[in-house]
Nanobody, 124 residues
Framework: QVQLVESGGGLVQAGGSLRLSCAASGRTFSNYAMGWFRQVPGKERDFVAAISWSGGSTYYADSVKGRFAISRDNDKNTVYLQMNSLKPEDTAVYYC?????????????????WGQGTQVTVSS
């Protein structure tokens, strides 16, 4: 089992920045690829960013490329999502996820463990 706890969400004005953190405990963190997803009420949970277990490979949704950056610190068992130039359409609950194996992946079904989510609200 892997337990994931997100933090860092909040209310920010458009154009601002936030950094989300996801602290992992349980199994060996470096054995898992990590991802961030987001969800708004009534819609599916969408892919945002992913990172391989080494941190050497990353993927981003087109909607966040150039604005968001995913990173990880395997010594601290933590993955981060730096969000810059935030837009109102980035408003959502953001979830951290862990998937067994090395490769970064975009598909929601390929992740094994999920956090409880953290709310990000961007005002216009």
């Amino acid at each position: 089992q892997v337990q994931l706890v997100e933090s860092g969400g909040g209310l920010v004005q458009a154009g601002g920045s936030l950094r989300l953190s996801c602290a992992a405990s349980g199994r060996t963190f470096s054995n898992y690829a990590m991802g961030w997803f987001r969800q708004v009420p009534g819609k599916e949970r969408d892919f945002v960013a992913a990172i391989s277990w080494s941190g050497g490979s990353t993927y981003y949704a087109d909607s966040v490329k150039g604005r968001f950056a995913i990173s990880r610190d395997n010594d601290k068992n933590t993955v981060y999502l730096q969000m810059n130039s935030l837009k109102p359409e980035d408003t959502a609950v953001y979830y951290c996820a862990a998937g067994a194996g090395s490769a970064a992946r975009m598909f929601r079904g390929s992740y094994d463990y999920w956090g409880q989510g953290t709310q990000v609200t961007v005002s216009s």
